[in-house]
């Protein structure tokens, strides 16, 4: 990731917008079905949200983070922001509204470490076009964003680009711009699915290469869950597996690659140690309960990859 360009001096290595939340984490048996009782064989609240946990797991390996988002004015939203600020991720970015925090039930399958969420978010935690400030985005030398904010539009992205940021996008649902906004996206990572619901095609290499062609400077990548992630380098493909674990959580790990991701970009690595960098932060967050727990320190992600790399 090389070709890419980097402002030096900002105060921040990263800023994030969009979503936080708090998560109820149900440890179940197995996931229930219709009008199924299962009795929970654990419980516990953590903060989440893709932007606020990606921004915490940047904090943990090294790089200076902020966040820009909405809470409510209940006491799980003032919690929230407690838990980042802990974490020594900036928050004076964050919005309070009148309403309730955005909620996740995440239901933990015991035996596989699978997770199915629930959520609710009422509209008046979303981030108003008024409420931004271009000096907070460009704040940062990189830039990074998901649907939620991205609700009211492009602005945020656009402002980034002409700060000379670095863009990267967390995107896992379709907007009314999709397209647009991936023109002004130079990280552009997705979960698996979502490449071929952008573009319509099935093969995975001929859906990342149409997704290229809307920005051809960008890093478009894929993640694929226990298979690892694909990637194009030029016009190489690159495939890097995942790591066998025996997880404890998968809640998470997209944020975490996203976070690792940018580290990599920031620190200049070449793309397919990216990945395996990026794999291996994802495969340590697996080890605990929760979307934060579990994230590693880049010493412990690098001592995961030298234990993996030992014959």
Not at 99 to 119: I, L, P, Y
């Amino acid at each position: 990731m090389k070709r890419l360009q980097l402002p030096s001096e900002r105060t921040f290595d990263v800023v994030g917008l969009g979503e936080i939340a708090i998560d109820h984490m149900c440890v179940v048996p197995r996931l229930p079905g219709t009008s199924d009782k299962v009795r929970m064989a654990r419980y516990d609240v953590q903060g989440g949200g893709q932007i606020a946990t990606a921004m915490v797991a940047c904090r943990r390996m090294g790089l200076s983070a902020s966040f820009l988002g909405k809470v409510g004015d209940d006491r799980w939203g003032a919690w929230s922001v407690e838990e980042l600020a802990r974490e020594d991720v900036n928050t004076s970015g964050v919005r309070v509204a009148p309403g309730t925090t955005q909620t996740a039930f995440v239901m933990v399958d015991q035996s596989t470490g699978e997770r199915s969420v629930v959520w609710c978010c009422d509209e008046s935690q979303l981030v108003l076009p008024s409420e931004l400030r271009r000096e907070e985005i460009a704040a940062g030398r990189v830039f990074h964003v998901d649907g939620t904010g991205l609700a009211h539009g492009l602005q945020p992205l656009a402002w980034a680009r002409e700060a000379g940021c670095l863009t990267s996008i967390d995107l896992d649902h379709l907007l009314p711009d999709t397209e647009a906004a991936l023109r002004l996206v130079d990280l552009c990572v997705l979960p698996e699915g979502f490449p071929e619901a952008i573009t319509g095609e099935k093969d995975l290499e001929r859906a990342l290469r149409r997704l290229q062609r809307l920005n051809p400077g960008a890093v478009v990548c894929a993640t694929l869950g226990n298979k690892g992630c694909m990637a194009l380098d030029g016009d190489a493909v690159i495939h890097e597996p995942a790591f066998a674990v025996e997880a404890v959580d998968t809640t998470a790990c997209g944020d975490v690659f996203h976070a690792a991701f940018i580290c990599g970009a920031l620190w200049r690595l070449p793309l397919r140690e990216a990945m395996r960098f990026s794999n291996a932060a994802a495969a340590l967050k697996t080890r605990k309960l929760g979307g934060r727990p579990g994230i590693g320190t880049k010493a412990e992600v690098d001592a995961f990859l030298v234990e993996r790399s030992a014959p």
